[in-house]
């Protein structure tokens, strides 16, 4: 079973998701929010009923109903308004995720955790420390939705297609991420043999300020990041091993320990399989130290 703990916007379309890819025969939806999840839930079945889509999807308020899930999708929390960055919800929504993730190590001990609550790499490293759990079975989503974004920017900037491309963004999850052009191609010919310096500069900029554009315009971001969710729990349950990238605690990789933080991972049946060290030169070393040193000020000012 897959749980998604939150039902707003972005753990509806998680589950929808979800349940389009038929990745699991049952989908539990919770929130505190009476009603709420089992509106959504009603509202997603009739959609996979027209569709002949079977998978049962379930609204609860029951955080005992999630025994069993063997994946926790965990989207609780405050979303980001108009003008905020993903670091002022810190302090609103740490208190949050330590409550929710005591009830997953209560009620489904054995799961894998995909937190996506804002912000995201200090609110994956509350999730590891206070469930427990070992480091393979904590990956958060923001590489992957950043990746989504970085990918989008290409085909307009290129012209190709969508399918043609592959990206990869990689360090924290806000304004410090780091869209790795280097390592970035078009049907197997690298980014920068496509673009110049200067297009290349400009895709760096545009994916990191995108999602703050977004909500300025709709008010909050839907679509991508509940595929980017539906996407890693499909490497897991079909054991794709997929190398995404995923906010993972990190025991020395790229010269980091002690925090949590995305990189480029093998994600398969056993979750996090194998972290994937790329060779960074000097530059882009020092662009994820900087996306470190910001996740670490997060997290130390939960500690404090």
């Keep these: 079973m897959i749980t998604i703990i939150g039902s707003g916007k972005v753990g509806g379309d998680a589950a929808l998701f979800s349940a389009l890819k038929q990745l699991d025969d049952q989908i539990l939806l919770l929130d505190v929010v009476e009603g709420l999840p089992q509106g959504e839930a009603m509202d997603i079945s009739h959609a996979l009923a027209e569709l002949g889509t079977d998978v049962e999807v379930r609204g609860s308020n029951d955080y005992a109903d999630m025994k069993g899930s063997d994946i926790v999708v965990v989207v609780a929390g405050s979303g980001r308004k108009p003008g905020m960055t993903r670091m002022d919800l810190l302090k609103i929504n740490s208190s949050i995720v330590k409550s929710v993730i005591g009830e997953v190590k209560r009620h489904a001990p054995d799961s894998m955790l995909i937190p ?88 760096i900029t545009d994916t990191r300020q995108v999602a703050a554009k977004v909500i300025e315009l709709k008010g909050a971001t839907v679509h991508a990041p509940g595929n980017a969710v539906s996407s890693i729990i499909e490497s897991v349950v079909r054991d794709k091993k997929q190398v995404l990238p995923v906010s993972t605690p990190l025991e020395g990789e790229y010269g980091h320990s002690g925090i949590t933080m995305g990189v480029p991972a093998v994600i398969g049946r056993g979750g996090v399989e194998k972290i994937i060290e790329l060779d960074l030169n000097d530059e882009e070393r020092s662009a994820l130290a900087k996306s470190a040193e910001s996740v670490k000020n997060a997290i130390a000012s939960i500690e404090a």
């Design 116 to 203: 996506v609550t804002n912000p995201l790499d200090p609110m994956a490293y509350v999730a590891y420390k206070v469930s427990g759990f070992d480091r393979n079975r904590v990956f958060g989503m923001g590489g992957m939705l950043d990746m989504s974004r970085f990918k989008q920017f290409i085909h307009e900037a290129t012209g190709h297609s969508r399918d043609s491309i592959r990206a990869l963004v990689i360090g924290e999850h806000g304004e410090n991420m780091l869209p790795l052009t280097r390592f970035s191609s078009v049907s197997g010919v690298p980014l920068h043999d496509i673009l110049q310096k200067e297009e290349l500069g400009r895709l």
